[in-house]
């Protein structure tokens, strides 16, 4: 049974996703021995689950996040791992982009420093932007229109995919572990980023350290599938240790790297 403070833990969580010991003792006005008795019992009732140095919220039947809603979450990490993944692709490539915050990151920076690229994409957002750089090429998938997060899916999006093959694709998700893969809140954007996935020569994950350790409800890909997943300066040495051992690259993006002069805002 969660006591007041208990509760508030998992509301916060639920907001931020992943919190270090320290920052919830802080946040909660207790010391670190007495979080770490909190998040013992929480995990018991699977409301969290513990992680090196902190916890995330663990709720299979967690509602997604509403698209504005992630934007204003981790704006700085995201801005990072789209600098750090951009850098990944060539002047040339073709690839496959999802929709996501942190995709539509990733595509501004394309947009400014990547030339004559050849893109297929589920998100009006994606394609909009990577339109601006008048020498690269943009197809949207066909589909139904999610008024959640603007995201082209269904069938026919999957269809559209099956024509292609690129040399990148790269998905933004809301879960990922090595035990439950990569997965994904709603049923038919996990079935597009799955035959994304399937198309790519090289498969690409883009999401903060929030995400790691998350669960959502459909599974797109187990760990193995993927070859790199690029993260934020919060991941430890451990995990990206534990994830070389799958053989996938974990690249994580420093904090500096936000203050590089040039802008992918």
Not at 76 to 97: F, T, V
Not at 101 to 109: E, G, I, P, Q, Y
Not at 230 to 252: G, L, P, Q, R
Request: hydrophobic residues 40%; aromatic residues 6%.
């Amino acid at each position: 049974m969660q006591n007041k403070r208990q509760g508030e833990i998992v509301r916060y969580l639920s907001e931020v996703k992943f919190s270090k010991i320290e920052q919830l003792a802080e946040v909660f006005q207790v010391s670190i021995e007495t979080i770490r008795r909190d998040l013992l019992e929480l995990e018991k009732e699977s409301s969290i689950k513990r992680v090196r140095g902190g916890a995330v919220y663990n709720n299979l039947r967690a509602q997604e996040m509403e698209f504005e809603r992630k934007m204003e979450k981790h704006q700085m990490e995201k801005q990072a791992i789209a600098r750090l993944a951009s850098e990944y692709i060539n002047d040339g490539d073709a690839i496959a982009m999802s929709n996501g915050t942190t995709s539509l990151a990733l595509a501004r920076c394309l947009a400014e420093r990547k030339n004559q690229l050849t893109v297929i994409t589920n998100s009006p957002d994606v394609a909009i932007v990577l339109n601006e750089n008048k020498s690269s090429s943009v197809y949207l998938t066909s589909g139904y229109l999610r008024k959640h997060n603007r995201s082209l899916v269904g069938s026919m999006s999957s269809d559209t995919l099956g024509n292609f093959r690129v040399d990148k694709a790269i998905v933004s998700i809301d879960g990922i572990s090595i035990q439950d893969g990569v997965t994904e809140y709603n049923t038919e954007e996990a079935a597009v980023l799955k035959k994304m996935l399937e198309i790519g020569h090289t498969r690409m994950v883009l999401c903060e350290f929030s995400k790691f350790s998350e669960v959502a409800f459909n599974k797109v890909c187990s760990a193995e599938q993927i070859d790199y997943v690029f993260t934020d300066w919060n991941i430890s040495s451990k995990e990206v240790k534990a994830w070389a051992d799958i053989n996938v690259k974990v690249v994580a993006a420093s904090q500096g790297s936000v203050e590089k002069s040039w802008n992918c805002q």
